[in-house]
C-alpha cells in the first residue's frame, strides 16, 4: 500500500510513510469490511461516513507538516485511523467526533492499535473546536465545508497550520492555511479530493 499508492503518488515525509506502514488500518474498518481495508479507495464505516483513502491521509498529515511533540485538533475523528496516524507522527491529538457509536468504536480501534498515551477523544460538534485545550500547532478537518469555520481558525496557533476540505458536496480542494508567527493567514489550495460534509450543531451554523 504505502509503495504503490503512498510514495509512488510524491508523499516524501518520513513520519507520514512509516506511520503509514505501522498502523493497522484493518483494525479501523468493520469486521466485514477488513478483507478490502488496503485497497486503493474510500471505505464505508456506517452512518453514511468513510475512511479516506490511504493516499488522501498519507498527503493530508504530509500538508500538515507533522513534528514530535506538537499539539493537534482533528476535527472528524470517525474510524480513528487518522487520528492514530497523526499520533504516530509524535503529536498529541485531540479529535472530536459527533456520532457516539463511531466514537466509540473508533477508542476501541486506537486501543487495539496501541495508539492512546497521545490521543484525546471528545463526542460533539467539531465545528466549534475544543476552546479550553487551544491554541493548536496543527489542525486536520476530516469533513467538507464551503468555508473554514472561524472558531477554528481562532484556535490556530502562531505560528500554526490548518488543512480541510473547502468547497461544495460533489468536490472540494484540500487547503492549508497557515499563520505565522504574526499571526497574519494564508491559503494555499492543494488537492482535489471528495469528503463527506461536515455537520454542525444549529447554534453553531455560521
Known sequence: ?????????????RRVLEAMTRIPRHLFLPAGRRSDAYADAALPIGRGQTI????????????????????ALEVGTGSGYQVAVLADCGMEVWSMERLPELQRSAA??????GIGDRVH????????????????????VTAAAPAVPR???????????????????????????????????????????????????EEGAG
Open 1 to 13: 500500500m504505502v509503495d504503490r499508492q503512498i510514495r509512488a503518488r510524491g508523499v516524501r515525509d
Open 52 to 71: 479516506s483513502q490511504p493516499y488522501i491521509v498519507a498527503f493530508m498529515t504530509e500538508a500538515l507538516e507533522p513534528a514530535d511533540g506538537l499539539r
Open 108 to 113: 476501541e480501534a486506537l486501543r487495539g492499535a
Open 121 to 140: 477523544l471528545r463526542l460533539g460538534d467539531g465545528s466549534k473546536g475544543w476552546p479550553e485545550e487551544a491554541p493548536f500547532d496543527r489542525i486536520l
Open 151 to 201: 472558531a477554528l481558525l481562532d484556535q490556530l496557533a502562531s505560528p500554526g497550520i490548518l488543512v480541510a476540505p473547502v468547497g461544495g458536496p460533489a468536490l472540494q480542494r484540500i487547503l492549508r492555511v497557515r499563520r505565522d508567527a504574526q499571526g497574519r493567514l494564508s491559503e494555499q489550495p492543494l488537492e482535489g479530493a471528495r469528503f463527506v460534509p461536515l455537520v454542525v450543531d
